[in-house]
């Protein structure tokens, strides 16, 4: 198994293009690195240090740079996701949390917890381009697939701003429930999902009239309400499912994306925080803060196939592209 | 009237919410923070000197928090601040009412709290940020008054469930000797009780009055408190009922056995603390600090959770209607959010704020309570303090 690791890393080497497809790369808040996993193997190839508390991790979307939000360092460090090498830094305004990357790869949304903003970085020239007032307390980070509008949510305003990419200014305002987390658009731009930590639910948004046509509400057997914390969301691009992890109550919710109606939840890791899928969406990886592992779906069949221990309070979580 | 809130709900969903308020006038919602200072001996510590602004700079942090949501919403929150002594209290509170103010948040002790709540009348809604005593949630309860601060038995609760976790069931009561002090014990008793610990021993710590501190004053203490403990039953845990500021302080190290010391000094279960991180605390902390020059006390943490409760109701019934505010803060569908990780809620029986208590050391959050093994069976939150069926409190 060694062995054949071993050669396969040595074949990603020399092939650098098709190496990287289904890496998945996990930030570790804690132990301040970026645990790197064979996709195909399940394996952990490196531990990487990337800077101070990282949390938010993406991918650009030719593979070249994977950008990581160093909290405590108040910047966006940007490495070489073949080497882990630190390639350069971007501005990111004070504790980045999430962020999100222009359609097109450029420019990157950076939502600022500590500041009330959110702040427009250009990834070529590494120039702020602007900062976004916002409400208290920003965090969730949602771009739409034509790149017209980016969707901000702030945890104790409790709304999703909507901005025009092209103005910069916020065009509408949508109140949710308590302390919204994370947006997430389906593929098609017709919907967006705005997760709401405290407030247990997921709003579902029509991004055309900013209208809440439906609020989707958890409820599992044997778990205190208290406990369903909904965080990350990730929608299938067939825009058939959605998966919500539910936080402290250690499950992802399976959704019936065309319904908005809870099929299924699956038993995953500690403190469930972020997903991503793979590129394919095979499988949907889940960070799991608490027990310091990852989570492995099998999205066809919606069960956990897998867990790897990662680094200390896993959080964010990325995949390379095809 | 349930069914008010869910047209009134469902009317927010589809009000898509101006990009920039394009009310003419946004709407006012103003409230007041009254602070009754009692005369008292300055703290065993000097760390513990209360700030100038204390509750107060939760009050402006809240009014920022308040007004940054009421920019997206068209109303402008306001929060008059205003000091009192205990004779000139009820002056102040009319001078409150006379300008038609409708929520009151009041820090001031268990006596002049239910004095100024009765005063205030039945349609002012009274936010008590201070008062611990649980006779304020049992006997002597009133619909109008909303206790933010927890109770004693929530306090005493959360430390009990950490303190059986960790296999200390043995405790050496030590209270105070002032009225507070003993209702105080009173607390810990009933915590013992409920959560099976048994309290091997108990000792009074007479206050003999006199300064607090004095030059070289360690000197003495360092003789006189391992005397106090000596002797004892076997014990566990040391726990210290000290509402007074007389002794609690003195005890770490200075015991006779070598047991750890909580309740008022070593482990403290707090409503907040300084040092607190998880759950978005971060932020918080730095908004804080930045606004007020100093760390943020439990005093202003509970007067800012109050005016957020105000806050939270303006915006999500889109009413700056007190009538239509105070209704909503009593009803099901309400809850906030206060950093600690969950929505907290206002339970229906005796309108205590229901919430997680942190278990601090000087440095750090040690446990965050209720403990995992406690279970129940609406809310876990509810095995801290009176749950319904022990409730003295008829409204």
Known sequence: MKHLFCSAALALTLLPGVALANRVFITNERSNDVTVLDGESFEVIGTYPVGNRPRGITISPDGSELYVCASDDDIVRVFDPETMQEMHTLPSGPDPELFVLHPSGNPLYIANEDDNLVTVVDVQTRQVLAEIPVGVEPEGMGVSPDGRYVVNTSETTNMAHFIDTETYEIVANVLVDSRPRFAQFTADGSKLYVTSEIGGTVSVIDPETYEITKKISFEIPGVLPEAIQPVGARVTSDGKKLYVALGPSNRVAVVDAETDEVIDYLLVGQRVWQLAFTPDERYLYTTNGNSNDVSIIDVQRDEVIRSVPVGQQPWGVVVAPD | ?395
């Open chain 2, 1 to 395: 009237m349930r069914l008010k809130f869910i047209q009134l709900l469902a009317g927010a969903a589809l009000l898509a919410l101006p990009a920039h308020a394009q009310q003419p006038e946004p709407v006012q919602i103003p409230a007041a923070v009254l602070r009754v200072d009692e005369t008292r001996l300055p703290p065993l510590s000097r760390l513990d000197l209360p700030p100038p602004d204390l509750g107060f700079a939760g009050a402006r942090l809240a009014m920022d928090d308040n007004d940054t949501t009421g920019r997206f919403m068209g109303q402008d929150f306001e929060a008059i601040e205003v000091t009192a002594t205990p004779d000139t209290a009820a002056a102040e509170m009319q001078a409150i009412l006379d300008q038609g103010i409708e929520f009151i948040v009041l820090l001031a002790d268990d006596a002049t709290t239910l004095a100024l709540s009765d005063q205030a009348g039945a349609g002012v809604m009274v936010f008590n940020a201070g008062a611990r005593g649980d006779n304020l949630r049992g006997a002597d309860c009133r619909f109008n008054m909303i206790h933010v601060a927890p109770s004693h038995a929530m306090l005493t609760d959360a430390m009990a469930q950490f303190l059986m976790w960790k296999s200390w069931p043995r405790w050496f009561l030590i209270h105070g000797s002032h009225p507070e002090d003993q209702a105080l014990a009173d607390a810990w008793r009933r915590a013992a009780a409920k959560f099976g610990a048994r309290i091997v021993e108990e000792r009074e710590f007479e206050d003999t009055g006199g300064a607090r501190r004095t030059d070289s004053g360690h000197v003495q203490v360092q003789a006189q408190m391992p005397v106090f403990t000596q002797r004892a039953s076997e014990h566990d845990v040391v726990i210290a009922a000290d509402e007074a500021d007389v002794f609690a302080n003195h005890l770490p190290y200075l015991t006779w056995d070598p047991r750890p010391v909580a309740g008022s000094a070593g482990l403290v279960p707090r409503s907040w603390h300084p040092a607190m991180e998880a759950w978005g605390g971060t932020q918080f902390q730095n908004r804080f600090e930045r606004l007020a020059n100093r760390q943020m006390r439990e005093e202003d943490y509970q007067v800012w959770l109050s005016l957020r409760m105000v806050g939270e109701a303006a915006t999500r019934t889109q009413s700056g209607d007190p009538e239509v505010l105070k209704e909503f803060i009593l009803s099901p569908e309400f809850d906030v959010a206060g950093f600690k990780g969950q929505a907290l809620t206002v339970r229906d029986w005796d309108h205590q704020l229901r919430q997680p208590i942190l278990l601090t050391t000087g440095a750090l959050t040690t446990s965050v309570s209720p403990q995992d093994q406690y279970l129940h069976q609406t809310s876990a939150l509810d095995t801290l303090g009176f749950d319904r069926p022990e409730t003295q409190c008829r409204f």
